[in-house]
């Protein structure tokens, strides 16, 4: 083989790991090493002055299991995103389809749709804290108009976890309308016209092509939207803190609340590990399964 | 309406049909008549409104003013589904999702047709188009070629009496073209179909059209059988148009005065000559009336050779002009040489609106001459 030949190649596999190495550096630092340590940290028990931390095995998953908290927050966490996923890509791509549509003040109308996603989560759950405040806020003044009585939207274990969800899809439905808004304007009007042409109505038209066209921005924004509902703390801080009765305690919330409020960090770290494996498995079964029926232009 | 009427009466008629956008183009007070089985191509250069005219009937546009009458009914304002057509776009308008077989029976499906009737409608579309053997492709996974096959396909398979066809010719490479174009042609006419196409492309109208419609800023120009286009341009906008290479327009003022006909004022005159009428001396002044004009240039293509001259005026200007000669011509830039026609193959135009003059004097066959360099350059004799 020729010399100089030789000397490219390896040169150009230097250089690509020259370009890789300050990613890879980094995201080993904060979180391929953090992830690892967090899984080692998680097979330990609590350490404390009198009793040192031994190892423990997988006992820690054990007590998790057997906590009546652990299936709550689980039950809540699935209900937050079973209802707010869907809700949220749904009205994410009505008020999308709105907003491409021709209409007067396009723009207008794109901004304000966005204006949720600007503002910062303390902010808008403040802003919220007050739509709930039984008597005085905007919802009972609405409702006390027509004749019903105050509700403690927040302070009831009944309407805690609905009135966090709520919240949650105003946030995002805004966000993920940016994403379908986005393939949306990347599909030829051609098609529509052709669909026309060929009898397809506007449901007909937006069943068989528009939707499955968007079906790429779909899978991306339910990813999203799914590592987000295991996310969320910032509004329950504001709005709940969990409460009351863990009526809307979901799980990163209790997580910080073992490792920061009750200083448990080995029940912690096993919970921090059963999420992560739970998010990449949902990951990954998302992407294979949905990738076959989706069509990637 | 009875079979007879519409038998007799015009496929597509439009009626005084104005479509005006914000910034004052579309069409304006177009009337047309489209004869059932032919074949009508749209020409114009761009921004013309030849693709808006070919929306209106399709109904992708809604007319302002006028009436649009297919196969009897008024279809003004019919939504383009109910109006018994199907349309070939320039960039095809295939769904990416769906495959070739898919894409063909869409309109079949969406209309609820029989599931037996449309596997053999799409049997025959398949074979028509030769397309048998990729039904389950993509058309991601197709040349070109092929994804205007598919189109095609689309078009036909639910047996609409008119197609539609927006220059789909337009995204294939020049040898396929003339190919596809001959596939149409060979299409509509086994099928008895109506179509009107669009084109900016005058070969493609000439190859293909039973009749030409030159548009040019929204209204029409001329409107006749590829012949008359060519042989009796009824402006100067299609003389210039049609024909590769173009017809030499000239004003008549850079003419000798003795070419000109006594019944024309030579000061608000166009002239127009063919290429292939024009003859070239390079022994200066051997016919009286030989216009003299300097070479800059030519190109040899094989059966002809185009040589461009420029023609002196009298202000200082010069006029280009092209002339077709057959064979290979050797002639370097520079060369003096004297122009000469057939006085029968010169055309005239108003110098103001460019409308056609006809000139009927005597004195024209008295100019006739036959001795040129170019020796077998064929005359079209009017």
């Known amino acids: 083989m020729n010399e100089m030949a030789r000397l490219q190649k390896r040169k150009l596999a230097l250089y690509g790991w020259m370009l890789a190495a300050p990613a890879l550096a980094l995201m080993s630092l904060f979180a391929f090493y953090p992830a690892i340590a967090t899984f080692w940290h998680s097979l330990f028990t609590r350490g404390t002055s009198r009793r040192p931390s031994v190892f423990a095995g997988f006992e820690n998953y054990g007590d998790l299991f057997a906590d009546p908290t652990f299936w709550t927050v689980a039950t809540n966490n699935l209900i937050y995103a079973g209802v707010t996923i869907p809700v949220s890509i749904i009205f994410a791509l009505i008020m999308a389809l709105w907003a491409n549509a021709h209409i007067p003040a396009r723009s207008f109308v794109r901004s304000a749709y966005f204006t949720p996603t600007i503002l910062p989560m303390i902010a808008a759950a403040n802003l919220w804290l007050f739509f709930y405040t039984p008597d005085l806020g905007v919802i009972d003044q609405i409702t006390g108009f027509f004749g019903a009585s105050p509700t403690n939207w927040l302070g009831q274990p009944e309407t805690a976890l609905a009135s966090v969800i709520i919240v949650t899809i105003w946030k995002e439905a805004g966000f993920f309308m940016i994403f379908y808004l986005a393939a949306l304007q990347t599909i030829p009007p051609d098609l529509r016209e052709a669909a026309r042409i060929e009898g397809a109505g506007r449901w007909t038209y937006t069943r068989r092509v528009l939707l499955p066209l968007l079906m790429p921005t779909t899978i991306f924004v339910f990813v999203n939207a799914m590592i987000n509902s295991v996310k969320l703390i910032d509004h329950l801080f504001i709005l709940t803190k969990g409460g009351p009765n863990n009526a809307s305690k979901l799980i990163l919330y209790w997580i910080w609340e073992m490792a920061f409020a009750y200083f448990d960090s080995p029940h912690a770290a096993a919970m921090t590990i059963l999420v992560l494996l739970v998010l990449g498995l949902v990951a990954v079964a998302q992407f294979r399964l949905v990738e076959k029926r989706t069509h990637y232009r | ?382």
Not at chain 2, 58 to 77: H, P, S, Y
Not at chain 2, 180 to 192: N, P, S
């Open chain 2, 1 to 382: 309406m009875t079979a007879q009427m519409t038998d007799t009466s015009p496929f597509i008629q439009i009626n005084a049909v104005s479509r005006v956008f914000n910034g004052g183009s579309g069409v304006h007070d177009l009337s047309l008549d489209i004869p059932r089985g032919s074949f009508v191509v749209l020409l114009g250069p761009s921004g013309c409104g030849k693709s808006t005219t070919l929306r209106l009937i399709a109904g992708l546009e809604t007319a302002d003013q006028g009436r649009i009458i297919i196969d009897g009914k008024d279809v003004t304002n019919t939504p383009p589904s109910k109006r018994g057509l199907s349309m070939v776009f320039q960039s095809y308008a295939l769904f990416p999702h769906l495959s070739v077989a898919e894409n063909i029976v869409f309109g079949l499906k969406v209309r609820k047709t029989q599931k037996a009737e449309i596997a053999s409608r799409l049997t025959e579309a398949l074979r028509v188009t030769g397309l048998e053997g990729f039904e389950d492709r993509k058309p991601a996974q197709l040349s070109g070629g092929q994804r205007q096959r598919v189109a095609l396909a689309r078009a036909i398979v639910a047996g609409h009496p008119l197609c539609l066809m927006d220059e789909p010719l337009s995204n294939l490479d020049a040898k396929l073209r003339h190919a596809v174009r001959k596939d149409i042609r060979d299409l509509q006419q086994r099928l008895d179909i109506t179509v009107v196409y669009v084109t900016h492309d005058q070969t493609e109208a000439m190859s293909m059209a039973d009749i030409v419609i030159l548009m040019k800023d929204g209204r029409i120009e001329q409107v006749g059988n590829p012949a008359d286009l060519y042989l009796k341009p009824a402006t100067a906008f299609a003389a210039g148009f049609v024909g590769s290479p173009p017809m030499t327009l000239l004003p008549a003022t850079a003419l000798p005065q003795d070419v000109i006909p006594k019944e024309l004022d030579a000061s608000r005159l166009t002239f127009g000559i063919r290429p292939e009428d024009l003859m070239l001396s390079t022994k200066p002044d051997a016919q009286p009336w030989g216009m003299r004009a300097t070479v800059t240039g030519s190109e040899f293509l094989g059966a002809e050779t185009f040589v461009f001259v420029a023609i002196p005026g009298k202000h200082g200007e010069t006029g280009d002009a092209t002339a077709r000669l057959s064979g290979r011509v050797e002639i370097s830039p520079g060369t003096e040489v004297s122009l000469s026609w057939s006085g029968a193959a010169a055309h005239w135009f108003d110098g103001e609106d460019g409308h056609r003059l006809t000139v009927t004097g005597p004195d024209i066959a008295a100019r006739e001459t036959t001795t040129t360099i170019a020796t077998d350059t064929a005359f079209s004799t009017l």
